[in-house]
């Protein structure tokens, strides 16, 4: 099962809003609504941030948004703030039963 | 509060299985499943299979088919995941993670535990 594939780097500027593909196949994120997104803090455990491509856990920031077309997900991270400065890490559950993450990005607060 | 805690850092000599644990608490122990993915120094995240801790059913995939055992304790509500015959390749930070049955997200996850596989 091949890596979901992610930018390896997207910056922005704090209140500007970004965007982090995620490209998978019909075996994963084409088929399944079962897309989830984890933020990782360098030394820390990944987070949930989206879950069921668009659904946000309790506690985290509506400023966090999900979607999906296709092979490809998305996570928009608006009203850019330091604290979001993190790895990204998108995860879809595939038609082998099992789980697929993607390659990481690495968000940098300019 | 939840919590999933793991045990601590292992160096291990390739060929030397390793075990790391994870101990849950917070919660119904046997309503969740456990799973677990590693991360190489430097390195993403690679699902590494998981167990359900009612009745011990497992789930791995096919690149580690035989080389990784997971197992459940329900009366320390804790799951063990062993790693055999362990390589340089191996060396990673192992995560466990939570996952209500049938809901495909992983929330909350443990601390982590780095095993260094090295000679």
């Known amino acids: 099962q091949s890596a979901l594939a992610q930018p390896a780097s997207v910056s922005g500027s704090p209140g500007q809003s970004i965007t982090i593909s995620c490209t998978g196949t019909s075996s994963d994120v084409g088929t399944y609504n079962y897309v989830c997104w984890y933020q990782q803090h360098p030394g820390k455990a990944p987070k949930l941030m989206i879950y069921d491509v668009s659904n946000r856990p309790s506690g985290v920031s509506n400023r966090f948004s999900g979607s999906k077309s296709g092979n490809t997900a998305s996570l928009t991270i608006s009203g850019l703030q330091a604290e979001d400065e993190a790895d990204y890490y998108c995860s879809s559950y595939t038609s082998s039963n099992s789980y697929v993450f993607g390659t990481g990005t690495k968000v940098t607060v300019l | 509060q939840v919590q999933l805690v793991q045990s601590g850092a292992e160096v291990k000599k390739p060929g030397a299985s390793v075990k790391v644990s994870c101990t849950a608490s917070g919660y119904t122990f046997t309503t969740y499943y456990i799973h677990w993915v590693r991360q190489a120094p430097g390195q993403g995240l690679q699902w590494m299979g998981m167990?359900?801790?009612?009745?011990?059913?497992?789930n791995y995939p096919q690149n580690l088919q035989g080389r990784v055992s997971m197992t459940s304790d329900t009366s320390t509500s804790t799951v063990y995941m062993e790693l055999t015959s362990p390589t340089s390749d191996d060396t990673a930070v192992y995560y466990c993670a939570r996952e209500r049955h049938a809901t495909f997200w992983f929330d909350p996850w443990g601390q982590g535990t780095l095993v260094t596989v090295s000679s």
């Open positions: 167990i359900n801790p009612n009745g011990g059913s497992t």
